[in-house]
Nanobody, 127 residues
């Protein structure tokens, strides 16, 4: 059974950085489109970043709100998908969820098609 587990959330001041990780167990992340979503209080869940690396194919995707500040990457040794968040702003405060979808399709469809979810990790940015 494939499971996702996030770690690394916490509190940081505006302008600071934070790195969160997602460990996939039960399979290798190279079979999946892996993504990060977030949901702020009173707002809908939104896609933040996605990545797929299968064979010779690699693709990444970012939402307009985080492009240039966040970076998604894969850690082969730990079998984790990491999200490096820089220049954090108050509006980045949210619960961040790791998500996965088998195959590459979801990574080419914006942020649709993910069907596996982690429990979430809280990220709080204060000014």
């Amino acid at each position: 059974q494939v499971q996702l587990a996030e770690s690394g959330g916490g509190s940081v001041q505006a302008g600071g950085s934070l790195r969160i990780s997602c460990k996939l167990s039960g399979n290798t992340y190279r079979n999946y489109c892996m993504g990060w979503f977030r949901q702020a209080p009173g707002k809908e869940r939104e896609g933040v970043a996605g990545i797929y690396t299968g064979g010779s194919v690699k693709t990444t995707r970012y939402s307009d709100s985080v492009r240039g500040r966040f970076a998604i990457s894969l850690n082969d040794l730990e079998n984790t998908v990491d999200l490096q968040m820089n220049s954090l702003q108050d509006e980045d405060t949210a619960i961040y969820y790791c998500a996965a979808a088998l195959g590459s399709g979801a990574c080419y469809r914006g942020f649709d098609g993910y069907n596996l979810w982690g429990q979430g990790t809280q990220v709080t940015v204060s000014s």
